[in-house]
């Protein structure tokens, strides 16, 4: 069975700090770790993804992600935060051997950011 | 653009009178999936098409029904609401199955049931 696990239901932070929102994981096999994050009242929109190789993902709106194996983790980071960042962000895994394995989301984090 | 497509983006509708939700798509996906998302909760996967191949999950009320017609659309058809069935309903695609596959998400259809 596979997990992901967001342990901040909210995340705030003021604007311009660096921001951190934090994902853990538990899989079988080898792990495939996205970021998507939700604006209200919108669908969820692809943010980055580590499949392989580099540990650092960089993605879009400035956004990158860490890959640590040892730790099981997959935390999202901005260097800056900016107000238009406030949103729900979603962690998701896939992993398994074998077969189609369904995409688990994370609960999500609200991130706000602060002016 | 390429992108996915819900239509109509907030759906109301009666105790127990069916409803349909649709989602087409221009990425050309062979994936189509139904999430149902409640209050900012994680997304629950539904069911998913692969090209014509329906995939319900074990945990899905009967209830719940799709149709896939062609590769561009996907329907979404709850034959007889509830109130526990208000909720975010999303659609995505994605090119294959493939777990490094990325899912592209349309903007989401709400559903008020009265």
């Known amino acids: 069975a596979q997990s992901v696990a967001q342990p901040e239901d909210q995340v705030n932070v003021a604007e311009g700090n660096p921001l951190t929102v934090k994902c853990t994981y538990s899989?079988?096999?080898?792990?495939?770790l996205f970021w998507y994050v939700q604006y209200p009242n919108r669908g969820l929109q692809f943010l980055l993804k580590?499949?392989?190789?580099?540990?650092l993902v960089k993605g879009s709106y400035g956004f990158e992600a860490e890959f640590n194996k040892s730790q099981t983790s997959f935390h999202l980071k901005k260097p800056s935060a900016l107000v238009s960042d406030s949103a729900l962000y979603f962690c998701?895994?896939?992993?398994?051997?074998?077969?189609?394995?369904?995409?688990?989301f994370g609960t999500g984090t609200k991130l706000q950011v602060i002016p | 653009d390429a992108m996915v497509i819900q239509n109509p983006r907030y759906q109301v509708t009666q105790f127990g009178k069916p409803v349909t939700l649709s989602c087409s798509q221009t990425?050309?996906?062979?994936?189509m999936y139904w999430y149902q998302q409640k209050s900012s909760q994680a997304p629950k996967l539904l069911f998913h098409?692969?090209?014509?191949?329906?995939?319900n999950e074990a945990d899905t009320p009967d209830n719940f029904q799709s149709r896939r017609p062609n590769t561009s659309f996907c329907f979404l058809d709850i034959r007889s609401p509830g109130l526990g069935d208000a909720a975010m309903y999303l659609c995505?695609?994605?090119?294959?199955?493939?777990?490094?596959?990325?899912?592209?998400f349309g903007p989401g259809t709400r559903l008020l049931v009265l």
């Open positions: 580590y499949i392989t190789g580099d540990n």
């Open positions: 990425l050309n996906h062979n994936v």
């Open positions: 998701a895994v896939r992993a398994g051997v074998g077969g189609y394995q369904k995409v688990t």
């Open positions: 899989v079988s096999g080898n792990p495939y």
């Open positions: 098409y692969y090209d014509k191949d329906f995939n």
């Open positions: 995505a695609t994605s090119r294959d199955t493939g777990k490094q596959e990325t899912q592209y």
